[in-house]
């Protein structure tokens, strides 16, 4: 914690060293943060980031995949009943 001392202290000084007597905690946290962050953070965010135009080509192809599957289902729908239609005659024409 700064006191009145240390403001005293760094009267004629240069102001930087003041600066740093007064701040000098404070400055060394936030420095060191920015550090951290554009040493470590920054570069992690980049690689990890997902291109907007492949991510769009992600999602029509899920979408045409979605489609796809919902018209086979239909046709084994139709399949389903056209087969259940035929066992039905055809138990009903046995031996």
Known sequence: MTTSEDIIGTVGKHPLTAAM???GPYMFSIVSLLIIWFSIVAPELKVRAVNYDQHREIVEA???VTNQQRE?????ESTTKTLDHILKRAGSNGP
Do not use: V
């Open 62 to 64: 899920m979408r045409e």
């Open 72 to 76: 086979i289902s239909r046709a084994l």
């Open 21 to 23: 007597t007064i701040y």
